[in-house]
């Protein structure tokens, strides 16, 4: 991979104030020298002109040029920041690319050359990644933590912890007649035990940080013509589910995403819940339900409290009855059984989405540990308490198993970073950043 060098936009596309070229590889120097006529002072910003391959004048930029391994990518990086006119992006990148050795990145190929030139780790690799999408502050705060390695010395940590448990438990193996210290075989269990409780709570912290990166799920249930879809454009403030006076209209799960307290909110319409002989409707109320069972909070939606005993198994602790078409029906005397709200008057709905922005900050809020934010984060550190959980069961005459399910989980743990078995995931992760990236 860096016998080449390539080139990509790091900035935004489109008309722009500065456009970034970066270039990382063994051809930084004669592209600086090509196109500037000098090698820039390391990690100094030099204003130089830019040229064409005919030495044509392009425009006038700064030029910053990072000799390896004292770069992003641990090779030798240059930064052309032209003015941001397409002409100026489009004849600055074929002068590039008119250079011997110099191509166009791929997707994510510089965060790659990073990681494979030890950089950085794979978490954090993810990290910027998320970085680079966030879009509210829980996010930005939560992807900066794990880029800059909080959830990597957390994993080393772990897998330090294993690896000395297979230090005691190969010294019963390796050395059984020699004057070690009793009590190794104990002591590792002990380790053993309180690192797999360990990685269990963080499993259970798990969905909170991957619904930080996706969004707090809200899904709306009700019966047909309950109000769902209103209620859904009143919050969305745009048309974006069908509203008829027609039962059953809203077959599949309308889904719009909201930004409320810094958190990302996606609330969900999905169809009345109800009997029905039609297959598509029945298949709609089928993935309604299931949509509820999967989401962070349900918001049911009532125009009559005998509607309430219809889909009370669906609801659970901390969730919320809404009192439907406030404007027309009386909710005086149930005071205190749940939210009355109208999507003709809007009543209500500015302190629903109160109530949902105080749901959301209080289950996602900050967490003291660096959260598993990734599903493959989470398998691995599954397979890791597997690993330990049968190290814990095995035979004491059979020593060699617990040290043999020790190594497998010490060689899991290393998977959420990196440090093993990796090939099979790097080309679906780098894939996923943008080009200039």
């Known amino acids: 991979m860096t016998a080449s060098t390539i080139v990509a936009l790091a900035s935004g596309p489109g008309p722009a104030g500065v456009s970034i070229l970066r270039l990382s590889g063994p051809a930084c120097e004669t592209v600086a020298q090509r196109l500037i006529g000098t090698i820039p ?14 030495n044509d004048p392009i425009d006038n930029a700064l030029v910053i040029y990072f000799p390896k391994p004292r770069s992003f990518t641990g090779e030798d990086v240059l930064e052309l920041h032209v003015h941001g006119g397409r002409a100026v992006v489009r004849d600055t990148m074929e002068a590039c690319l008119g250079i011997a050795g110099v191509r166009l990145a791929e997707p994510g190929e510089f965060s790659r050359r990073a990681f494979l030139n030890g950089k950085m780790d794979l978490t954090a690799a993810e990290g910027l990644a998320d970085l680079v999408e966030a879009e509210t502050a829980a996010q930005r705060r939560q992807a900066l933590r794990q ?4 959830l990597a010395d957390e994993v080393d940590r772990w897998r330090e ?11 019963d193996i390796d050395f059984p007649d020699e004057d070690l210290p009793p009590g190794l075989s104990e002591r590792a269990r002990q ?11 963080y499993l259970a912290e798990s969905q909170r940080a991957e619904r930080v990166r996706t969004g707090y799920q809200v899904a709306i249930i009700g019966k047909p013509n309950a109000g769902k879809s209103s209620l859904i454009n009143q919050l969305a403030r745009r048309e ?9 209209t809203t077959r599949d799960i309308v889904e719009v995403r909201l930004v409320l307290g810094g958190m990302v909110i996606l609330i969900s319409d999905t169809a ?6 039609d297959l598509v409707e029945a298949e709609g109320v089928r993935r309604a339900r299931g949509r509820a069972a999967e989401a962070d909070l349900r918001l049911a939606l009532i125009t ?14 901390g969730d919320l009855w809404l009192l439907g078409q406030a404007d027309r029906l009386d909710w005086t005397e149930q005071a205190g059984v749940g939210l009355a709200v109208s999507s003709v008057t809007r009543q209500g709905l500015d302190d629903l989405e109160s109530i949902i922005t105080e749901r959301a900050q209080a289950d996602l809020g900050k967490s003291e540990s660096a959260p598993l934010t990734r599903l493959r984060h989470q398998e691995a550190v599954r397979e890791g308490i597997g690993a330990l959980d049968r190290a814990l069961t095995a035979s004491i005459h059979a020593p060699e198993l617990v040290a043999e399910d020790l190594r497998l989980a010490a060689r899991a743990l290393g998977r959420v970073t990196g440090r093993v078995d990796m090939e099979d995931v790097l080309d679906r992760l780098f894939s996923q950043f943008c080009i200039g990236k």
């Open 304 to 317: 009559d409290h005998a509607d309430m005993m219809e889909f009370t198994d669906l609801m659970k602790a």
């Open 191 to 201: 380790r053993i035990e309180s690192l797999k409780a360990r990685l269990e709570s």
């Open 41 to 54: 002072e390391a990690r100094r910003a030099t204003l130089a002109k830019v040229v064409d391959l005919d």
């Open 240 to 248: 974006a589910a069908i509203v008829s006076p027609i039962p059953g």
């Open 161 to 171: 912890a294993v690896i000395d448990c297979l230090a005691d438990a190969e010294g």
């Open 147 to 150: 880029m800059e390695g909080e």
């Open 272 to 277: 009345g819940l109800r009997e029905s002989e």
